[in-house]
């Protein structure tokens, strides 16, 4: 109905309308873009088959957006990290090519924290990105820039990248849809930093999109010849599905208390589940996950099977170059000096803390591999959790700094290697957006993209900003 350079053309001018205040795009490419609209355009003018080329081009003309984080050919790729602005990506990271094989069009690269190791997306390199809701909220981190441009209606499909939530806390604090698939599934190559030893565990590369109907498509492009290990031709029944509900993680002392709004969107979930499909959503309290955050802290500092020791941030901090020294940064923080944002410097400085305690650190790796084995036992081959994103809706600027583990709500299901897709329910009573987690186990994908198209139908999904 309409041509491709139409839609590419519509997605520019709303980028350039919107993108000074949101600061999500931190470099396009409009021009190439244009370009390659046209040549689609005039590859469905000479008309080999509609049939052909949905095979062939699943994506044909789509425009989409990547985090910066991922090589794209000719756009920067330095994560944020001041000492690697002058880095120009010389190829694509694997899943942007196989996105611009199927046909899609990059308009540009999004904004992400630091070597994305921070639930705020802001950096020395690029400033901050807020939240096209409340531009005085965070946008969630790492894979921010994403959240926020797919939330102001920017881009179609956003590539993500997620180690301890940075797919899901970006999609849930804008009100889009992000799946963070089973581990191992589609390729990490290309983006810096990339996982090393025991963390190529954790890393997940995934979709990120304004409507749940779009993440299954992108998925199996992302994952290419991956996709055979997940069920995705499988048809789900929904009644057959058996849910299980958890409304926080028991308490834990590092995080904050589950805010009530979210709580109630949650219930709301459960009783529509109850009252419209017939099932019983059954409440569950897993202890473990009381222990999120130190479990996932330990595991991700751990040695992987060869024995190699986990790569250090403040080796990261320095790419290659001289060691970066965390208190002498904090030092120069305090007087304006340092290249550094202070989430940074903090990690840097926890992380030597971490490492103290060893034997301590061996109890929580036990405990996570115990989680594991409980998770996928209680979820089996037909079973979703039902779980909070976050405690709190998006939270305003800076002020993840007093709540820095907050993040453990997401980080916990990559550690334990399972499929997890965040889902909108709507705008809470600050015109803020809610949503909650879905979980199954491995190789599952599946059921989490089916339930989330069923809560997409019964609570409305994405919600244009401004709108209410």
């Known amino acids: 109905q309409v041509t491709c350079i139409e839609v590419v053309e519509a997605y520019v001018e709303r980028i350039k309308e919107v993108n000074p205040l949101i600061n999500a795009v931190v470099k396009d490419r409009f021009d190439e873009a244009l370009q390659e609209a046209r040549q689609v355009d005039k590859l469905l003018s000479e008309g080999p088959g509609d049939d052909y080329l949905e095979e062939k081009f699943p994506l044909l003309?789509?425009?989409i957006t990547v985090k910066e984080a991922f090589s794209l050919y000719g756009m920067?790729?330095?994560?944020?990290?001041?000492?690697r602005r002058n880095v120009i990506a010389t190829s694509d990271a694997t899943v942007v090519s196989r996105l611009k094989q199927a046909g899609a069009i990059p308009l540009g690269v999004t904004n992400c924290s630091e070597l994305c190791m921070w639930y705020e997306s802001s950096n020395r390199v690029y400033g901050r990105t807020n939240n096209p809701y409340d531009l005085q909220r965070i946008v969630g981190g790492s894979s921010g820039?994403?959240?926020?441009?797919?939330?102001a209606a920017c881009s179609v499909i956003g590539v993500g990248s997620d180690i301890g939530g940075s797919i899901r806390m970006p999609a849930f604090f804008n009100g889009v849809f992000g799946h963070k698939?089973?581990?191992?599934?589609?390729?990490?190559?290309?983006?810096?930093?990339?996982?090393?030893?025991?963390?190529?565990?954790f890393l997940c590369t995934g979709p990120m999109c304004r409507y749940?109907?779009?993440?299954?498509?992108?998925?199996?492009?992302?994952?290419?010849?991956?996709?055979?290990?997940?069920?995705?031709?499988?048809?789900?029944?929904l009644e057959k599905i058996k849910f299980h509900c958890m409304d926080h993680d028991g308490g834990s002392v590092f995080v904050s208390p589950v805010d009530k709004e979210i709580l109630q969107a949650?219930?709301?979930?459960?009783?529509?589940?109850?009252?419209?499909?017939?099932?019983?959503?059954?409440?569950?309290?897993?202890?473990?996950?009381?222990?999120?955050?130190?479990i996932w802290s330990a595991m991700m500092s751990s040695k992987d099977s060869e024995g190699q020791e986990a790569q250090r941030f403040t080796d990261l901090l320095g790419d290659h170059g001289k060691p970066v020294w965390p208190l002498w940064e904090l030092m120069k923080w305090l007087v304006?000096?340092?290249?550094?944002?202070?989430?940074?410097?903090?990690?840097?400085l926890t992380e030597k803390l971490v490492n103290l305690n060893v034997s301590g650190k061996t109890k929580l790796v036990s405990m996570g591999k115990s989680l594991q084995e409980e998770m996928e036992a209680l979820l089996g081959p037909d079973g979703v959790l039902l779980y909070p994103s976050h405690p709190t809706i998006a939270p305003k600027h800076h002020s993840p700094i007093c709540t820095p583990f907050n993040f453990a709500y997401t980080a916990i299901f990559n550690v334990l290697g399972l499929p997890v897709t965040q889902c909108p329910l709507g705008l809470g009573s600050e015109g803020l957006p809610l949503g909650i987690q879905l979980v199954a186990a491995a190789y599952n994908d599946h059921l989490t993209l089916a339930v989330a198209q069923y809560l997409e139908k019964a609570f409305g999904g994405w919600v244009l900003p401004g709108k209410v």
Do not use: C, W
């Open 61 to 63: 003309g789509v425009p």
């Open 266 to 294: 949650q219930k709301k979930v459960v009783e529509h589940l109850e009252s419209d499909l017939g099932v019983r959503v059954q409440r569950v309290a897993i202890h473990k996950m009381k222990y999120s955050f130190q």
């Open 145 to 151: 820039g994403e959240g926020s441009v797919l939330a």
């Open 181 to 201: 698939p089973t581990t191992g599934v589609v390729p990490n190559d290309g983006q810096f930093p990339n996982a090393h030893g025991v963390r190529t565990s």
């Open 212 to 237: 749940a109907e779009d993440l299954e498509p992108v998925l199996r492009v992302m994952a290419g010849p991956g996709v055979s290990k997940l069920k995705l031709n499988e048809k789900v029944s």
């Open 76 to 83: 920067p790729n330095t994560s944020g990290l001041v000492n």
């Open 336 to 348: 304006g000096m340092s290249s550094h944002t202070l989430p940074a410097i903090a990690l840097g």
